[in-house]
């Protein structure tokens, strides 16, 4: 690859030789690289200015594919129908049958099956017609594939036996034992345990034979679902170890997560209760691992996405300077012409150049005003996502996988009062982080009201601590109040109560067992500044320093809770909303102290 980039460097190339050049660096581009790019916009500019419109239909089904990596479907779609529309009036069937089986991995990728079956089935009556035998396995798998998705069994089974004959035809063992897996899969959801194990030990042999390694811990596994089937555990156990053993080894990730859920349901069905609910557990953290991962995957084409606008951007950006710079040149020998006339035009137009430069400063800070808006705006959307994926869905699960495992009789009754206890400490985690949530949601969709009233400070803080007496007592905490009674301020009830709920929360979380917490206030003319100090873990200057950011992470307590960071946002807000501020002063291991102010009544 490397040597035709330096080929293609040279000046004294034929346009024909040119194109054939790029063409070849694109079968092997990356396509979410910015060089893959590059090769398509060259490539198509080439080929329209020589009229040559295969190559034209070439690169346009090329940068087709470059947007679906990318997650741009509507831009894939409408690149490959131009490569679709220009190769059906050349009639090139190789490709129009390329565009259509194109068009079906898009649709199939948006989850549009119908569509992504009708675009399969046409790429496939094409290549059958002009004796293209070298894809008819992979499409008539493909078709096979989406039949089954949509519970067609008998259909499904009859386009994987076809892709079975093709692939022997065509001596393609790695697609013979795709086709094996595939059949084997029908029968086993039809009940056909032997069958199914039957074909599964034929793509298992074929498998080690090319040493398909990903292959062969799929037929592991598949053999470990029929034996569990058939009630003969030892051979199921041994066949979903394999499997583990070799996606642990070759890095499937997704597969693992499949071995995990057979070896569940192996001990489910063998009445060991414990292994099963072990393996659940550990199936829904590598659940959670893949979400994770299919997030961050969503995140970088996002950026990849972002990248290629960017660059097109600024390409177009590029063409506006060289405008306005050549307009600058020309406006500059026009004021130098007429200076020499009029000495009170060219005080004029240095009136207009301070003008525009006041209009640009002007447009610059409202356009950094919107960048940091989104940029807080995807922070916050970032930790909506986390708070939703992993804070709520983790524990859930968790209660789920318990409630069933305590249906069918798993536990003893001294281990159902000790999953009790876990369970009402998850379902309390649970409360309170949805309870900040709908607050913090009601606050960003800009529905709720400020309420400002006259309030009694000490009743309200009273009731805080009184809240959080029972989870102060676990770690033996010493909650001293120090604000006088009656004092009254204004502010809105709910709000000034959840922002000492969570000044309190953090506290008790963040202190060590036996340490302090201390409310306490200072009157600053027309306003009370209230004080929250504990005796804690504290924090570092760079936790200080982004700790009333959306993208501010929770950390553990000194006990290992867990948070959601949503918190202290809502505080600094409804603060603020109630007139006031806040501030924060830590130091690392002596403790916090957390200070808000509010107008006094």
Not at 267 to 273: A, M, S
Not at 335 to 361: C, D, E, H, P
Not at 576 to 594: D, M, R
Request: glycine share 6%; aromatic share 10%; proline share 1%.
């Amino acid at each position: 690859m490397d040597s035709l980039q330096a080929l293609l460097e040279k000046k004294q190339l034929s346009d024909s030789l040119h194109l054939e050049i790029l063409s070849s660096l694109l079968q092997n581009c990356q396509h979410t690289s910015a060089n893959c790019l590059q090769f398509i916009q060259k490539g198509l500019t080439l080929a329209q200015k020589n009229h040559n419109l295969l190559k034209e239909a070439e690169f346009l089904a090329h940068w087709g594919s470059l947007n679906l990596t990318i997650g741009d479907y509507p831009k894939s779609i409408e690149y490959t129908l131009q490569a679709l529309k220009i190769d059906e009036e050349l009639g090139n069937q190789t490709g129009i049958s390329r565009d259509l089986n194109n068009l079906g991995v898009v649709y199939s990728a948006k989850g549009e099956i119908d569509k992504a079956l009708k675009y399969y089935e046409q790429s496939f009556k094409i290549d059958h017609f002009i004796n293209d035998n070298s894809k008819l396995s992979i499409t008539l798998n493909n078709i096979g594939v989406i039949y089954y998705q949509k519970k067609q069994l008998s259909k499904a089974l009859d386009y994987f036996w076809k892709g079975l004959i093709e692939a022997e035809k065509q001596q393609d063992k790695h697609r013979v034992g795709v086709s094996l897996n595939n059949i084997g899969d029908v029968y086993y959801d039809i009940g056909e345990y032997q069958k199914s194990n039957l074909f599964q030990y034929q793509a298992l042999k074929v498998e080690q034979e090319i040493q398909d390694y990903e292959g062969i811990a799929y037929s592991y596994n598949a053999l470990a679902k029929t034996y569990t089937e058939l009630s003969k555990f030892d051979s199921a156990e041994y066949f979903a170890q394999k499997a583990l053993e070799f996606n642990k080894k070759f890095g499937f990730n997704p597969q693992v997560k499949d071995n995990l859920q057979t070896l569940k349901e192996l001990f489910y069905k063998k009445g060991d209760f414990k292994k099963a609910f072990l393996y659940a557990d550990s199936a829904l953290t590598m659940m959670d691992s893949l979400f994770s991962e299919d997030k961050n995957k969503i995140i970088n084409q996002l950026q990849q996405k972002f990248e290629l606008d960017k660059k097109q951007s600024e390409i177009e950006s590029l063409q506006k300077d060289n405008i306005i710079k050549q307009q600058e040149i020309e406006n500059q020998n026009l004021w130098r012409n007429i200076w020499i006339f009029s000495l009170g035009v060219t005080l004029a137009f240095i009136a207009v150049l301070f003008y525009s430069n006041y209009q640009r400063k002007k447009i610059n800070d409202r356009l950094n005003a919107k960048n940091e808006a989104l940029k807080n705006l995807n922070a916050t959307k970032d930790k909506l996502f986390s708070i939703i994926s992993h804070d709520l869905r983790s524990p859930f699960n968790t209660l789920k996988s318990t409630l069933e495992l305590m249906k069918e009789n798993a536990f003893s009754p001294k281990e159902i009062e000790l999953v009790s206890k876990q369970m009402q400490k998850n379902i309390e985690s649970i409360s309170y982080t949805l309870d900040n949530l709908l607050q913090w949601s009601l606050s960003q969709m800009k529905g709720g009201n400020t309420n400002i009233e006259k309030v009694e400070l000490g009743e309200i803080i009273t009731e805080t601590i009184n809240f959080y007496q029972e989870v102060a007592k676990q770690k033996a905490l010493q909650i001293v109040n120090q604000i006088d009674s009656p004092m009254f301020v204004l502010a809105d009830k709910n709000q000034l109560r959840l922002i000492l709920r969570n000044l309190l929360n953090n506290a008790i979380k963040f202190s060590f067992i036996k340490g302090s917490i201390s409310f306490s206030y200072i009157i600053n003319g027309k306003e009370v500044e209230i004080a929250v100090s504990d005796t804690g873990i504290g924090m570092t200057e760079e936790q200080l320093k982004n700790l009333f950011s959306p993208a501010n992470r929770s950390t553990p307590g000194t006990s290992g809770e867990k948070g959601t960071g949503l918190g202290l946002l809502l505080c600094k807000e409804f603060v603020e909303n109630n007139g006031g501020k806040i501030n924060v002063q830590s130091t690392l291991y002596k403790g916090t102290t957390i200070v808000f102010s509010l107008k006094l009544a």
